[in-house]
């Protein structure tokens, strides 16, 4: 049997044909060059087997990236990355809020909102040119798992409420639309109401060149668990104090001496997560 025909099982329980253009694509985001992806593609195809997961086909690639430079795996990692944001998704609302903090705007992060009918705690408030956005996050911690239309009828309901009460109230700022963000990805139908609704989605590869992987790339602004030299406890801890980009460790570096990091290993992680946030 084609390697290239065996069946792979991915995160949602659907099975797919194996895809050695996928695996390089992957590969190639990551920085590494083609002698080492020819490497790596070679190693993972010569062990797959039938009904291998997704899964296991990652965690082969990230560990021979890992061996060769860590940031290379961490880059390769940024999808898997944000699912560890969770388990709850303050740290995925905090990461979207510094997102759009990095690109200009004056953000806010649970800010309580007057409706027409109800009062309405807002994931995250963003401010800029005078123009007010309102953005929902619906964050899942496992994969496989995507935002279906129901997520964009409720936020939009919700929009519209803030809305009428802000209009009422003659703000000068303009609030101009509604979003839903997601680390996930939307259905085919959430995406026809969103754009029906004038409600903007944004999920890992939505709106396509402008979904959250490329703001991510485009910025340098990677969530802090994307380090394949930190551990899961060291990861915590930084979100746990506020610290979900890389670029805020580089500013507050001292947080690695709280937590009685190694002089050389800190001095690692942050030569790691320097490349990170400048390529």
């Known amino acids: 049997m084609k390697k290239e025909t065996i069946d792979i099982l991915k995160s949602s329980g659907e099975k797919a ?84 903090n990095y690109s200009g705007y004056t953000t806010e992060v649970g800010k309580i909102m007057s409706g027409i009918c109800v009062t309405h705690e807002i994931d995250v408030f963003i401010e800029k040119n005078n123009k007010v956005n309102i953005i929902e996050c619906k964050f899942h911690g496992e994969e496989g798992l995507n935002c279906n239309v129901k997520i964009p ?33 939307f259905t085919s139908d959430a995406i026809k109401y969103g754009k029906c609704a004038g409600l903007y989605l944004l999920s890992w590869d939505y709106p396509e060149n402008d979904g959250l992987k490329e703001r991510i790339d485009r910025l340098g602004l990677y969530p802090v668990t994307v380090s394949a030299l930190m551990s899961t406890k060291e990861k ?44």
Request: aromatic share 12%; with cysteine.
């Open 153 to 185: 009828l409720y936020i939009h309901s919700r929009y519209r409420d803030v809305k009428a009460q802000w209009d009422r109230e003659n703000h000068q700022q303009q609030l101009e639309s509604g979003w839903v963000a997601t680390n996930t990805r």
């Open 236 to 279: 915590h801890y930084l979100l746990g104090k506020g610290i979900v980009l890389c670029r805020q460790l580089l500013e507050d570096n001292f947080y690695l001496n709280q937590m009685h990091i190694s002089d050389d290993r800190k001095n690692r992680i942050l030569e790691e997560i320097t490349q990170l946030c400048n390529q």
């Open 17 to 100: 044909k194996f895809s050695i253009e996928k695996l390089r694509g992957s590969l190639k985001h990551s920085g590494a060059d083609n002698v080492l992806i020819d490497q790596i593609v070679k190693t993972v195809r010569d062990e797959l087997y039938k009904g291998i997961s997704t899964k296991e086909i990652y965690n082969r690639a990230f560990a021979l990236l890992k061996k060769k430079k860590s940031v290379f795996a961490s880059k390769y990692k940024l999808k898997r990355a944000i699912y560890e944001l969770g388990p709850t998704g303050f740290p995925f609302e905090k990461f979207i809020a510094a997102i759009f």
